[in-house]
Nanobody, 123 residues
Framework: QVQLVESGGGLVQTGGSLRLSCAAS????????MGWFRQTPGKEREFVAA????????YYAESVKGRFTISRDNAKNTVYLQMNSLEPEDTAVYYC????????????????WGQGTQVTVSS
C-alpha cells in the first residue's frame, strides 16, 4: 500500500510562485511514476505534470509548460511541483498521484492518490 500526502498549497498573487510537495510512503513508492492533477468545482480532474520513477522523464500539460516544473527526490520519496508565473486560471485543488504502468496522461492509470491541497491565485 502507498500513502501520498501533499503540502505547500496556499494563496498567492498573480505572477507569484508556490512549490507543492508530495511525500510518499510504502514499500514500492520509489518505483512509481508520479503525477500531479488539478480540479476545480464542476470540472473534471485534469492532468498537470508527471515524472517517471528512475530516469526522471517529465511530461506536462500544454497550459503549464514553461511555468511548472516537476521533480522528485527518491531518497526522500518526495515529488515536487514548482509553480511559477501563476495565473488565476491555475486556482484549483492539486492532487498527487502514483501509478505503476500505462500512460502518464491518463487519470485512470493512477492507483494511488493524495487528499489534495488548495492553490488559490488572486488577480
Amino acid at each position: 500500500q502507498v500513502q501520498l500526502v501533499e503540502s505547500g498549497g496556499g494563496l498567492v498573487q498573480t505572477g507569484g510562485s508556490l512549490r507543492l510537495s508530495c511525500a510518499a510512503s510504502g514499500r514500492t513508492a520509489s518505483s512509481l511514476g508520479m503525477g500531479w492533477f488539478r480540479q476545480t468545482p464542476g470540472k473534471e480532474r485534469e492532468f498537470v505534470a508527471a515524472i517517471s520513477p528512475t530516469d526522471s522523464m517529465t511530461y506536462y500539460a500544454e497550459s503549464v509548460k514553461g511555468r511548472f516544473t516537476i521533480s522528485r527526490d527518491n531518497a526522500k520519496n518526495t515529488v515536487y511541483l514548482q509553480m511559477n508565473s501563476l495565473e488565476p486560471e491555475d486556482t484549483a485543488v492539486y492532487y498527487c498521484a502514483g501509478k505503476s504502468s500505462g500512460s502518464y496522461y491518463l487519470l485512470a492509470r493512477y492507483a494511488y492518490w493524495g487528499q489534495g491541497t488548495q492553490v488559490t491565485v488572486s488577480s
